[in-house]
Each structure stands twice: as structure tokens, then as C-alpha cells.
């Protein structure tokens, strides 16, 4: 029967993707895509494999990208694997998000983790929360810092009770971040801890990033603490405390801007 023929073409692509190790399912234009990419991936210099990933970028064959993902998160030199992260995130698509969350996100290397985990902050699937709130707690401080500004950005307040703790990380950015992160989710109920920062902390950058999310919140409970400090304060911080202390009381008192008897000279 003649649905049951195949043409001569056919036949001999489908013989000469098996000769070749490639996948059978792929288009002819992806077929002969990955041909030129295993040939160049061959190549001992960690810049050619990395550009012969960056070379299918434009992509769109998922054959295509699962031959490559195959390989390239196999490879030893990081510079690959991040190719490979920015070949996945041009695709979006759930299957590339798969292997996303299957490889790059548990790399060995910071660099991958940062570029998987600030590729996964821009997809939609749902899953990716729970990805980026296991990367609060990574050991460098970009991943932590950015699975932080991942979740803020997709608004995912059931993550709050895991960057809350970021308040208190040893290192002053991921304690940046964090305030970037509540003041951005609405978290009102860290306003107390906030305000603790900027009476405690040793960094004027975590203060005055504490001062600003205090602002965003609203929250006038922590006007004790600010006037206090300010009192006391130099430099630069001291300008960002009269700021918030402005805009609360102006928020407090319905639009006054009267700061007279708190012993702020402007």
C-alpha cells in the first residue's frame, strides 16, 4: 500500500542519522546542525565546544537541544555548561525547563548555578519556585542573592518564610537582596527584623537597603528605632534615615512633614 511506502529520501536520512548517532525524530535542518556541532564538540579547546553550543542557540528543534544536553553538561570546563544554560533558556520551552531543573541548577560550578537560577527566575512554570527557594541556601553568595530577587520578582509570597532568614547571611549583599527581596513581597511582618538591621548592622549598604524596604512597607512601627538612629548616624546613612523618617511620618500623620522635636537638624 502506498501509505505504508517510504520514499528513497526518507529512507536514506533515516540511515544516515543511525550511522551517525543522531536522533531519527530530528529535521533534516536539525539533523545536519547537530552533525557540524558533534564535529566542532570534538575539539580539546573548551572555547570551539562552547561556541559550537552557542552556534544553536536559534534552535528551535527539541531533538536538537536534548542531543545537546546529552554532552554538554557531561563536560568538565564550565564555560560549556553555561552554554549550554543559555541554549535551554532561548527555547522556552517545558522540556528544556526540564532539563534545567534536572542539570545546571545542581552544578558544581557557581557560575552555572547563577546563570540557570537567573534564567529560571524568567519562566512561568510554577515549579521553579520551589528550584529557587532551594538555592536561598546556596554557598555562593550571587546564587543566593539572585534566587532572592527571582522569587520577589514572580512574586511569590509563599517563599517568604525562606528569605526572611537572608536578613542574617553572613554576606552583606545576600542581606541586601533580602531586604530587596521583603519590601518587594509586602512583607510587612519583617519590619521589626529590618529595623533591627539598621540599628545593628555593620554595613551602611544593608542599612540603608533595610531603611528603603522600611519605606516601601510603610512601616511607621519602626519610627522609634529611626530616630534613634538618626540621632546618632554620619554620613551617607544618616541621609537615607532622614528620607525614610520623612516619608513615614508624612505616611503616619497624614501628609505633615514636621520633624521638629526628634533633634534631626536638615
Known amino acids: 500500500m502506498e501509505s505504508l511506502r517510504r520514499r528513497p529520501l526518507q529512507v536514506g536520512l533515516a540511515l544516515l542519522l543511525a550511522w551517525a548517532g543522531l536522533p531519527a525524530s530530528a529535521s533534516p535542518e536539525g539533523a545536519k546542525r547537530l552533525g557540524v556541532f558533534q564535529s566542532a564538540?570534538?575539539?580539546?579547546?573548551?572555547?570551539?565546544?562552547?561556541?559550537?553550543?552557542?552556534?544553536?542557540?536559534?534552535?528551535?528543534?527539541?531533538?536538537?537541544?536534548?542531543?545537546?544536553?546529552?554532552?554538554?553538561?557531561?563536560?568538565?570546563?564550565?564555560?560549556?555548561a553555561q552554554a549550554g544554560v543559555r541554549l535551554l533558556a532561548k527555547v522556552r520551552n517545558k522540556a528544556c525547563l526540564d532539563w534545567l531543573l534536572q542539570y545546571p541548577v545542581?552544578?558544581?560550578?557557581?557560575?552555572?548555578?547563577?546563570?540557570?537560577?537567573?534564567?529560571?527566575?524568567?519562566?512561568?512554570?510554577?515549579?521553579?519556585?520551589?528550584?529557587?527557594?532551594?538555592?536561598?541556601?546556596?554557598?555562593?553568595?550571587?546564587?543566593?542573592?539572585?534566587a532572592a530577587r527571582g522569587l520577589a520578582e514572580r512574586k511569590s509570597a509563599d517563599s517568604l518564610p525562606k528569605i526572611r532568614p537572608l536578613l542574617q547571611h553572613k554576606d552583606l549583599r545576600v542581606r541586601v537582596s533580602a531586604c530587596d527581596a521583603l519590601a518587594a513581597l509586602g512583607d510587612t511582618a519583617s519590619s521589626k527584623e529590618l529595623a533591627r538591621l539598621v540599628a545593628e548592622d555593620?554595613?551602611?549598604?544593608?542599612?540603608?537597603?533595610?531603611?528603603?524596604?522600611?519605606?516601601?512597607?510603610?512601616?511607621?512601627?519602626?519610627?522609634?528605632?529611626?530616630?534613634?538612629?538618626?540621632?546618632?548616624?554620619?554620613?551617607?546613612?544618616?541621609?537615607?534615615?532622614?528620607?525614610?523618617?520623612?516619608?513615614?511620618?508624612?505616611?503616619k500623620e497624614g501628609g505633615e512633614d514636621d520633624l521638629k522635636g526628634y533633634g534631626i537638624q536638615y
Not at 564538540?41 to 544536553?69: G, T
Open 202 to 251: 555593620k554595613e551602611w549598604r544593608v542599612k540603608s537597603a533595610a531603611c528603603d524596604a522600611l519605606k516601601v512597607l510603610k512601616a511607621t512601627d519602626a519610627l522609634s528605632v529611626l530616630r534613634s538612629q538618626a540621632q546618632k548616624a554620619e554620613g551617607r546613612i544618616k541621609d537615607d534615615l532622614r528620607v525614610v523618617i520623612r516619608a513615614l511620618e508624612n505616611e
Open 41 to 80: 564538540f570534538q575539539n580539546p579547546s573548551a572555547e570551539i565546544r562552547e561556541a559550537a553550543v552557542d552556534d544553536l542557540v536559534d534552535a528551535e528543534d527539541l531533538e536538537v537541544c536534548k542531543h545537546v544536553v546529552a554532552d554538554v553538561f557531561k563536560d568538565s570546563e564550565s564555560v560549556v
Open 106 to 146: 545542581k552544578s558544581e560550578n557557581a557560575q552555572v548555578r547563577y546563570l540557570t537560577v537567573e534564567a529560571l527566575g524568567r519562566a512561568e512554570d510554577p515549579r521553579v519556585n520551589e528550584a529557587l527557594e532551594a538555592r536561598l541556601t546556596d554557598a555562593h553568595w550571587l546564587v543566593a542573592a539572585t
